[in-house]
């Protein structure tokens, strides 16, 4: 990807959004945006509690709460699972492996669209959630050698597990700008942004919180 070309992508995608569990914002603000991995850490689980939450499919989320830490939900997997992978993981990858590098990182989506997306999903349309909304060049800018970009919907193998390897996440420099560009609209070249480990500043980069149901903002957490 050229400076050019992520010029273009700042133009066309220049808002992030990241979906988080209702309530989770207070906990965000104090202790930043964490992946599963950072969140685990966070609250010293090891052991084989702690694999089977990184190595294994979440049909469920699950509540970790800890004296001193306070509580936090890690979000299910429910739009992904091991059959579907199984059919489109490439490169030798077992489930178990896709699951821990996702599980490694911070996701945002780059178009509003993709956000509706899930939030209507039936899985999660008739949650509440909170939904993080920041600009894309400031944390480009902050966490560029930490950054990967993502052509598809990572987490998800339904209805259709698109393939996906050792190369679907690749940094900035690397990434297949141009392929995409012939291929895809402008919005779409690039689906996700997810970041190593953890955000820890990342109340310097939001602009806006809103709980929201669906597509429906019910009230407003944050805004600057």
Not at 76 to 84: E, F, L
Not at 175 to 182: G, I
Request: aromatic letters at 10%; hydrophobic letters at 35%; a neutral charge.
């Amino acid at each position: 990807m050229t400076e050019a070309e992520l010029e273009e992508l700042f133009e066309d995608c220049p808002k992030l959004y990241h979906m988080a569990e209702r309530e989770s914002w207070p906990a965000i603000r104090k202790y930043g945006l964490l992946s599963t991995t950072a969140l685990l850490d966070q609250h010293g689980l090891t052991g084989a509690e702690r694999q089977v939450i990184e190595t294994e499919r979440r049909p469920i989320s699950v509540t970790l709460e800890t004296k001193g830490v306070g509580r936090a939900v890690v979000r299910d997997q429910a739009p992904m699972d091991d059959k579907g992978l199984v059919r489109c993981l490439q490169d030798g990858l077992k489930p178990k492996d896709w699951y821990q590098l996702l599980n490694r990182k911070v996701f945002f989506w780059l178009t509003r669209a993709r956000l509706l997306r899930l939030l209507k999903a039936e899985t999660y349309r008739d949650e509440e959630h909170d939904v993080l909304e920041l600009e894309t060049l400031p944390l480009v800018t902050a966490y560029r050698d930490k950054i990967w970009f993502c052509p598809i919907n990572s987490g998800c193998t339904k209805p259709f597990p698109h393939p996906r390897g050792n190369n679907t996440f690749r940094r900035i420099a690397d990434y297949p700008y141009s392929e995409w560009r012939a291929k895809r609209p402008r919005g779409e070249r690039v689906v996700e942004l997810a970041v190593d480990y953890a955000v820890p500043d990342i109340e310097q980069f939001v602009k806006r919180v809103t709980r929201m149901k669906g597509e429906d903002e019910i009230n407003i957490l944050f805004d600057t």
